[in-house]
């Protein structure tokens, strides 16, 4: 009988957050981090930005699609572009960059993946990138 009353709590608690995460407006958006997060990880440098959003492929979720966003930056001769895709921790009222994971091809050529990587090549071809 105890036990029945700390499982019927904890369904009651669980709604009742439930219903708070709503009305502020929070949205789970993990599904759609395990797909792109998955899909990332098996990026291979030389894709074309065509292969690799037939790669990754649709979002699950309308509100997020992917790419997130996109931008380009000449670099001299070079030109840089990243898409982000969302990659954060699933349950946010809003998408700050440090949720977005940028995939970044240079001259039409993916050259690697991950804010580490966006940031050192940013700074060696003296590009200046929004701070995440």
Known sequence: ????GTIMGLLAASAILSGCFATMGLRDFSEVTLENNARIMTLQ???TPEQVMEHIGPSSNSRIPNPFRSEMYPAGDDIFRAFFFYSGTGLV????DSDLTPVVFKNESLEGWGWSYWESTAKQYNISIRNR
């Open 1 to 4: 009988m105890r036990l029945h």
């Open 45 to 47: 440098p030389g894709m």
């Open 93 to 96: 009222s809003s998408i700050p």
